[in-house]
C-alpha cells in the first residue's frame, strides 16, 4: 500500500458562499496510504473546512482535491456523495449513530450505502453482517448490546460502534472530527488506541482533528493547521474565534 | 443507485417506528377521514343502485296527479303517502287500452306490524320485476290465490319469525301499534318471498279484494255499500265473494306496454285527463320510473356532491396535519440527516426517505381506514336498511373508490414531498455539521 497516495492538495483556495476571504488555502498537501494525520489547530482555522473538503460536501473554488487517485472536485454533488460512501468513513465528535437502528444495523448501514464497500468484503469472503460482529468485537463492545439500541451505550461505546461503521469495507480513508473530545480521559486513551489498531488492521489512512495537542504522541504525522492554511496564518488565532463556519 | 428502495423503506419504517406515537395519531387522522370519505361514497352509490334497481321492467306507473317524484316515492319505494287515489274505472280503462300489455293495481295504507301492507294482483308475482328484470322468487309457500291469503318479503319474515301456514292481523294506517286493527280477519301466511334488496322485502302483500274485504265497514265508503255489505257479511258470516269485492279505488297502478315505441302515446294519454277515455274528468298522471328517478338524482345531487366535498376536505386536512407532523420533527433530524449525509446519502436519498415516510403513513392510514369501513359497514348496514332500506353489501371496493384510495395514496406523496425538499435543502446547507 505505500507509494500510494490518498490524500492530495494542490493549489487549494475555498471561501464559504457569501463570504469574500477564503477560509481556507493550502498550496501542496500530502497523505500517502496508511499514514495516520494528526490536524490540530485552535478553532477557527479552517479544521471543519479542511473536513468538508476531504468528504467531498463542498468544492474548493480554485485547486485540486486528489482522494485516492480521483479528483472530487471534478464531480458532481452526486458522484461525491457515492465516492464518499465507497472511499471514506467519517466519525465526529457525538451522536454519530440513527437512534431507531440497533448497533448492529448502524454498522451495517455503511453497506447500504456503498457498493464498493460490499465488493471489499465480499472479496475477503466476509458477510456485512460477520465484518460488523468482527470489528464490534474488536472494538471491545460487549455482543449482549449488539442488537440492542444504541440509546442505552455509554457515549464511549457509541464513538467505537461509530469507527466500526467507518470502517466496515475497509474504505481508504478514515475521518474523525474531535470523536474523543466528549469522552473522558480513560475512555478517550481505549478509544485511541483502538482506533489506531483497526485502522492499521484494515489499512486505512486516517486523519484525526483535535484541537487538543495532548493526543499528537499517538500519530506518526502532525499537521499544524494555522502553519499550512495561508488563509489564516497571518490572522491572529482568537480574532476568529468563533467564527469557524 | 447504491441506496435501493428496500433500504430506503426499511430505514423510514425503523425511523417511524421509533417515533410510533407521535405518528400514530398522524395516521388515525388519515384512517378516519379515509373511512368517512368511502362511507360516503359507498351510501351514496349503494342508494342509487338500491333505487335503480328496486323497479325495472314496468313502463309507467300512474296515480292521482301529485308530482312525478312523489308518486314513484310512495307507490314503489314505500316513502311517503299517497295525497290521493284512483279510481278502480280509471285503472280497468287503461288496462284495456290496446297498447297496454298488463298493469298491476297497488292498495297501500295498512299495516302489519309496521310493515306496509300491498293489496295487488297474483299477477304481481308475473310482473313485478327488479334489478335485472329479475322475477320475485319464493322462498317458501306460494302466491295468494285466496281472500285473507298474504305473502311477505324476507325481511317481514325475518323480523317477525313467521312460517307459512302463521296467522297475521292487518292493521289499517301504519305503525306498529295501529289502534283499528282488522283482527275479526285474521290472514294466513302463504307464501315468503326471497330477499331481493327492495322495498318488497318489507312488505306484506294481499289481493285486493283482501283488502278491501277488511275494510268493509271500515273508513268512509257510501252509506249504501256499508249497508249492504254488512248486511251481506251478517248473513254468509265472513264469507264474502269475489264480485263484491270490488275495489272503489286504489293508490296507483303499474303499467307494462306492448311495444316500447308506444310508452309516450300511452303516457301522454294518461296524462291529458284521460282522453280517448270514457272516465273524463278524473285527472291522472303517469310517470317512467327511471325518468322520475333521474328526477330524484338531481335533487340529492347537490347533497351528494357537499358530503363528498366536505369528506374530501377532512381527508385533505388529515393529509396537510400529517404534512405538519413531519415537518415538525423535521428540526429534531437534523442531526439524523447528517449522520446519512456522511455515509453517503445523497440529498436526493434524503428527500426520497421523507417522501417514503408520509407514503408509508398515508398507506397505513388508508389500511386502517379500510377496515374501519368495512367494521363500520359491518355494524351499521343492518341499521341503515332499517331505517332507509339500503342494503349496504360488505364487498370489496369499486373501482370509484380504488381511485380515490389512489388519489389518497399519490396525494401522500406529494405530501412528503414538502418535508423532503426541505431535508434537501438541509443537507445541502449543513452538509456534515453536525449542530447540537
Known amino acids: 500500500m505505500t507509494g500510494k497516495v490518498i490524500i492530495d492538495l494542490k493549489q487549494l483556495s475555498f471561501a464559504w458562499p457569501g463570504q469574500a476571504k477564503p477560509a481556507l488555502s493550502i498550496d501542496a498537501f500530502r497523505l500517502n496510504a496508511g499514514e495516520r494525520l494528526f490536524v490540530y489547530g485552535p478553532s477557527g482555522c479552517g479544521k471543519s473546512t479542511l473536513l468538508s473538503l476531504l468528504a467531498g460536501v463542498v468544492v474548493p473554488q480554485q485547486g485540486v482535491v486528489e482522494i485516492a487517485g480521483q479528483r472530487i472536485e471534478k464531480l458532481s454533488a452526486a458522484k461525491r456523495d457515492h465516492f464518499r460512501a465507497d472511499h471514506i468513513g467519517l466519525v465526529f465528535q457525538q451522536f454519530n449513530l440513527l437512534p431507531y437502528l440497533n448497533v448492529l444495523d448502524n454498522v451495517t448501514l455503511a453497506c447500504d450505502f456503498s457498493h464498493q464497500r460490499v465488493t471489499n468484503l465480499k472479496q475477503a469472503q466476509v458477510s456485512a453482517l460477520d465484518e460488523a460482529k468482527r470489528l464490534l468485537s474488536r472494538l471491545l463492545l460487549p455482543e449482549s448490546l449488539w442488537t440492542k439500541s444504541v440509546m442505552n451505550l455509554s457515549i464511549g461505546q457509541q464513538q467505537r460502534v461509530a469507527v466500526a461503521r467507518a470502517l466496515i469495507g475497509a474504505p481508504d480513508l478514515i475521518i474523525a472530527d474531535e470523536p474523543t473530545s466528549a469522552l473522558d480521559r480513560e475512555s478517550r486513551d481505549q478509544f485511541l488506541q483502538l482506533l489506531m489498531a483497526e485502522t492499521e488492521q484494515s489499512g486505512s489512512s486516517l486523519v484525526f482533528v483535535s484541537h487538543d495537542d495532548s493526543l499528537k504522541s499517538h500519530f506518526d504525522r502532525h499537521l499544524h493547521l494555522p502553519t499550512l492554511n495561508q488563509a489564516v496564518s497571518t490572522v491572529e488565532p482568537s480574532a476568529v474565534e468563533g467564527a469557524n463556519p | ?436
Open chain 2, 1 to 436: 443507485m447504491s441506496l435501493n428502495l428496500k433500504t430506503l423503506v426499511r430505514l423510514s419504517a425503523r425511523s417511524l417506528l421509533n417515533r410510533r406515537l407521535t405518528v400514530f395519531l398522524s395516521v388515525l387522522t388519515i384512517a378516519f377521514s379515509v373511512a368517512l370519505l368511502l362511507t360516503v361514497e359507498r351510501v351514496r352509490t349503494e342508494a342509487r343502485t338500491s333505487f335503480n334497481q328496486t323497479i325495472s321492467g314496468t313502463d309507467l306507473i300512474v296515480g292521482a296527479p301529485s308530482g312525478d317524484l312523489q308518486l314513484l316515492l310512495y307507490s314503489v319505494f314505500q316513502l311517503g303517502n299517497a295525497s290521493a287515489n284512483m279510481s278502480w274505472e280509471a285503472a280497468q280503462e287503461i288496462a284495456a287500452m290496446p297498447e297496454v300489455a298488463w298493469t298491476l293495481p297497488l292498495a297501500l295504507g295498512d299495516s302489519h306490524k309496521g310493515f306496509r301492507v300491498m293489496g295487488t294482483d297474483a299477477t304481481y308475482f308475473d310482473h313485478y320485476k327488479y334489478g335485472r328484470k329479475q322475477p320475485l322468487e319464493f322462498a317458501s309457500g306460494k302466491r295468494f290465490n285466496q281472500l285473507y291469503q298474504a305473502v311477505i318479503g324476507a325481511e317481514v319474515a325475518q323480523k317477525l319469525g313467521y312460517k307459512v301456514g302463521d296467522r297475521m292481523i292487518i292493521a289499517h294506517g301504519m305503525g306498529k301499534h295501529s289502534f283499528k286493527e282488522h283482527d275479526d280477519k285474521p290472514f294466513t301466511l302463504v307464501g315468503i318471498l326471497e330477499r331481493t334488496g327492495t322495498p318488497v322485502d318489507r312488505s306484506v302483500l294481499a289481493s285486493l279484494e283482501s283488502i278491501e274485504a277488511i275494510h268493509v265497514g271500515w273508513g268512509k265508503p257510501a252509506l249504501g255499500d256499508i249497508r249492504t255489505r254488512f248486511a251481506e257479511k251478517q248473513g254468509k258470516n265472513t264469507s264474502l265473494d269475489r264480485a263484491q269485492l270490488q275495489p272503489k279505488a286504489i293508490t296507483a297502478l303499474l303499467v307494462g306496454v306492448k311495444k316500447k315505441t308506444q310508452l309516450f302515446k300511452v303516457q301522454r294519454r294518461i296524462n291529458e285527463g284521460g282522453q280517448g277515455l270514457k272516465v273524463i274528468g278524473e285527472p291522472l298522471q303517469a310517470v317512467m320510473p327511471a325518468v322520475a328517478l333521474q328526477q330524484l338524482w338531481k335533487l340529492v345531487g347537490v347533497a351528494e356532491n357537499a358530503l363528498l366535498v366536505v369528506a374530501g376536505f377532512v381527508v385533505i386536512s388529515g393529509l396537510v396535519g400529517l404534512m405538519s407532523v413531519i415537518l415538525t420533527g423535521l428540526n429534531e433530524r437534523r442531526r439524523e440527516i447528517a449522520i446519512l449525509r456522511a455515509i453517503g446519502a445523497r440529498p436526493m436519498q434524503v428527500l426520497l426517505l421523507l417522501v417514503a415516510e408520509a407514503f408509508i403513513l398515508t398507506l397505513l392510514g388508508l389500511l386502517i381506514g379500510a377496515g374501519v369501513f368495512y367494521l363500520l359497514l359491518l355494524i351499521a348496514a343492518p341499521a341503515i336498511y332499517d331505517i332507509w332500506g339500503i342494503w349496504l353489501p360488505v364487498s370489496g371496493f369499486s373501482l370509484t373508490e380504488l381511485k380515490l384510495l389512489c388519489v389518497i395514496a399519490v396525494a401522500g406523496l406529494l405530501v412528503g414531498l414538502w418535508p423532503g425538499l426541505r431535508a434537501y435543502r438541509i443537507s445541502l446547507a449543513e452538509g456534515l455539521s453536525v449542530r447540537l
